[in-house]
């Protein structure tokens, strides 16, 4: 990583998985930071560690962001001046199931957590970065972007936006040194699986070869900010693959009216999705 981007990163979702990876890679790389989540006790625990490996200065920020007010409440510290020259918005949580079925609060606490949360932040950080003229963003998004059946139409929706806003930033920001970056991994192994939200997942159906390491997605996702970047990027080669058949003329068509056939015909047999 370029020392001239180094400074002060914000990284949310920090208490865990993807963000907390992102944080120590960061803290590793001389960067200080602001982390946040909603489990303090977990942040003062990471804060402690970096403080203590890598000498970074760390200020821990307990928030909902899926509230309004905490959000607010973050966006009120990056306008009063902290200089927040690498942002991560990696906050995030999944949902399994018809999209009827899921709660009206759930639907609006990822609609304001991976949306509004992603727009406001990334809002009020770029005026700091372009003007200083340095800046990167990072926005966790996945592969479920590109690809979405029955049980993942909210959470395939709020990711593609991600994807959606840096395309067009990209652009944007193109006489600056700002990069942005949506990533989009397949499965990683963290928490994510575990919640409450993301109920009924079927481990077995995923053999083991397609789980990443958060360590492997935040290594190539900080190494593709500066080398070769792109504004969306597919962290590994097989899923890049995957994708590019999938958009291939004819070929990818037919694959994606075979997959979607097949999907419906579980739904109309009364069976859950494939995963
Ligand atoms: N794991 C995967 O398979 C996978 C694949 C593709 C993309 N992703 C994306 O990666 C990102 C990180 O997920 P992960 O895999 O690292 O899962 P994780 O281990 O469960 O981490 C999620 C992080 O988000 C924070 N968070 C969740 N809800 C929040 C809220 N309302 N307010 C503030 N912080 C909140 C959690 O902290 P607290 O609970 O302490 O608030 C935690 O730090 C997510 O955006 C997810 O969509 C994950």
């Known amino acids: 990583m370029s020392s001239a981007t180094t400074g002060l990163a ?14 120590r890679s960061l803290a590793a790389a001389g960067y200080n930071l ?3 989540a909603r489990r303090g006790d ?11 490996v890598h000498g970074s200065s760390v200020e821990t920020f307990q928030v909902d962001l ?3 007010d905490g959000l607010e ?11 927040v020259d690498f942002l991560v918005h990696a906050a995030g949580f999944g949902t399994r199931g018809h999209f009827v079925d ?5 639907v609006s606490s990822m609609v304001n957590l991976h949306c509004l949360g992603a727009a406001s932040l990334v809002r009020n950080a770029l005026p700091g970065m372009i003007e200083r003229n340095r800046g990167r963003i990072i926005l966790v998004s996945s592969l479920a972007a590109f690809l979405t059946t029955a049980e993942y139409s909210l959470y395939s929706a709020t990711k593609a936006f991600l994807n959606t ?19 989009c991994p397949g499965l990683v192994k963290t928490e994510f699986v575990d919640s409450p939200t993301f109920k009924g997942f079927r481990y077995e159906g995923v053999p083991e070869k397609y789980w990443l390491a958060p360590e492997t997605v935040v290594k190539e996702s900080l190494y593709r900010l500066e080398h070769r970047y792109r504004p969306v990027l597919v962290p590994t080669f097989g899923a890049r693959m995957f994708l590019g058949i999938l958009n291939a003329p004819l070929v990818g068509a037919l694959i994606r009216g075979m997959m979607g056939a097949a999907g419906r015909r579980r739904i109309k047999a009364g069976k859950p999705a494939m995963f």
């Not at 840096?166 to 990533?183: I, K, N």
């Open 34 to 36: 602001v982390i946040t």
């Open 165 to 183: 806003l840096a395309q067009g930033l990209r652009d944007e920001l193109a006489a600056t040194e700002v990069r942005v970056q949506a990533v």
């Open 102 to 106: 899921i709660d009206e609060d759930v």
């Open 10 to 23: 914000l990284v949310t979702g920090a208490s865990s998985g993807i963000g907390r990876c992102y944080a």
């Open 42 to 52: 977990r942040l003062k625990e990471l804060a402690g560690e970096l403080v203590r």
């Open 73 to 83: 409440s973050v966006v009120k510290r990056i306008k009063e001046g902290i200089p």
């Open 66 to 68: 899926s509230s309004v």
